[in-house]
């Protein structure tokens, strides 16, 4: 197997283990009972919509100006803005019995915690939309943030040789011409940040180039960048944020990554919560959760004579103009002339494991992110981290799959053909090769799928014609999910969310003094 996996399976045959029948993985089974089960997901809702599945028709028809259709971090965005401007005069509807879409959490007798998003960087004095959001939700008062808020050391490390390391770059390089490599990339990815083109929120300096028309691994090969712990961790990048490979992601996306952000020297911190980004949601419906209603599927979004026409559930909105929040590739099979948005998504598997104790091991002591070199898998985040207090003698831990060593279309299938117990081997499988004893410890094990987790900036992304018809869309439907970045971050969604919701406002201001006017 090689020094990088002293213990378990390797990365190829992990994957060949997803895709294999019998399944590979259940030969060494789990010596105490876990308990678990999967999580709802709301895929069989969503195909519904897709499907054109029959339902009952609307028993009452309800007058708004505005709805919000999508209660993830956009559409929440979204009605937290129109509500600082002073207009409530609006719904959002959620397909899923909760809001948060990917900033979604738990909470069991151990702790909180995440689905899906789990962090937002602190962000510098430039992102003031973040910067208000986060005053408003107490994370930020007078200029400082609260430290309760911020990652605690150590926050992050990697397993590789038999043990844990502190940090990624250091365990990461194996040689002097490793050593020049890293350095020359961080050097590039400085010159790269200085052009202004990578930029957070992305709209305001990305641009169809030729980074965006090849793969980052094709970008790596013509810079000369050969280092197999560089081209790991750059795979690594690419599979956190976009669910992709190097050889599935734009030169453009994988470049952003690293010169997005301030560099290690400059970085203000990152914040977090035991339930991730489901702090910010719950924060959010503080403020605006009397305006949306959960678990009304919207399957029809059409012109009526100057307005639309929204059919959700029993329910029949009349509205001058509707922001759709959410994923753009729903659009055209409920929003009539939506331009048809050819993306591609990347499937995901999270799964929360409860341990009644914690598990040996070799090396750096225990982290917030824990990354295990040559899985598969993105490692894991420590809910009880935040603690700030003596270790609890019990805690949760979020484990990250991105799917992106199949075709997504085979992977959302395999998501739907395996059981429960054949993710939970696997799983324990992935983790026992940096902790023999995870099998000892693990008490449950609860699997959320999503078949659509992410966008996935493929080459040519940037410069796609419908990206731009719903980027640019003049109304009445405005288009607000961060899946139009290729990125799928908070600030994405956030950004998108504002301006969906600004431009909307903009929209039914003039209509009713258009009305007034004829009136």
């Known amino acids: 197997m090689g020094a990088d996996h002293p213990v378990g399976i390797s990365r190829r045959a992990f994957v060949a283990a997803l895709a294999a029948a019998p399944f590979v993985a259940c030969a060494r089974r789990a010596e105490r009972t876990v308990e678990g089960g ?58 899923e019995d909760a809001a948060g879409g990917n900033a979604r959490g738990g909470e069991n007798g151990v702790s909180a915690y995440p689905w899906a998003a789990h962090y937002v960087p602190v962000p510098d004095a430039r992102a003031a939309w973040v910067r208000e959001m986060f005053t408003d939700l107490g994370a930020l008062k007078d200029g400082v943030w609260d430290e309760r808020m911020l990652v605690s050391a150590p926050r992050e490390r990697l397993f590789r040789w038999g043990r844990w390391h502190e940090g990624f770059e250091n365990a990461l390089i194996d040689s002097p011409a490793d050593r020049d490599e890293f350095r020359r990339f961080g050097d590039e990815m400085r010159r790269m940040r200085a052009t202004g083109q990578f930029t957070i929120p992305s709209a305001l300096g990305a641009r169809p180039s030729q980074l965006d028309g090849m793969t980052m691994a094709r970008w790596m090969d013509e810079r000369g960048y050969r280092s197999a712990g560089l081209r790991w961790y750059a795979d690594y990048a690419c599979r956190d944020d976009y669910g992709a490979s190097l050889a599935d992601t734009s030169a453009w996306a994988g470049i952003h990554y690293f010169a997005s952000r301030p560099g290690e020297d400059e970085e203000h911190g990152t914040l977090t919560w035991p339930e991730g980004n489901a702090w910010i ?19 029809r979004v059409e012109r009526a004579g100057s307005g639309l026409r929204v059919v959700a559930g029993d329910v029949e909105y009349v509205a001058d103009a509707v922001v759709w929040a959410a994923p753009s590739f729903l659009a055209p099979h409920v929003v009539e002339d939506a331009p ?36 598969p898998s993105l ?24 799917l992106s060593d199949q075709r997504p279309a085979d992977a959302r299938n395999l998501l739907l053909r395996r059981s429960w117990a054949e993710w939970r081997d696997l799983i324990l499988a992935d983790l026992e090769r940096a902790h023999p004893d995870i099998r000892q410890c693990v008490q449950r094990i609860d699997v959320m799928r999503m078949g659509h987790a992410m966008i996935r900036p493929t080459p040519g992304f940037l410069a796609d014609p419908a990206r731009r018809a719903l980027a640019e869309s003049a109304g009445p439907v405005f288009y607000a999910h961060s899946d139009l970045s290729g990125l799928s971050l908070f600030e994405e969604a956030q950004y998108r969310g504002i301006t969906a919701a600004d431009r909307a406002l903009a929209f039914v201001g003039e209509g009713a003094e258009a009305a007034g006017r004829e009136g």
């Open 38 to 95: 999967f999580v709802d997901d709301g895929g069989a809702r969503g195909h519904r919509l897709r499907d054109h599945a029959s339902a009952p028709p609307p028993r009452r028809t309800e007058r708004v100006p505005l709805v919000i259709v999508g209660g993830g971090m956009a559409g929440l965005s979204a009605a937290w803005r129109l509500r600082r401007q002073g207009f409530d005069d609006f719904v959002l509807l959620e397909l």
């Open 281 to 299: 949601t719950r924060g959010l419906m503080e403020r605006v959760g009397s305006h949306v209603r959960t678990g009304a599927p919207v399957r």
């Open 340 to 375: 048809p948005a050819r993306f591609t998504y990347s499937p995901w598997v999270t799964a929360n494991l409860t341990l009644d104790r914690w598990p040996a091991e070799r090396g750096f002591e225990m982290a917030w992110d824990n990354v295990i070199h040559g899985s």
């Open 379 to 402: 490692g894991y985040v420590v809910a009880t981290h935040q603690s700030h207090a003596i270790r609890p003698e019990h805690t949760v831990w979020t484990w990250y799959l991105a």
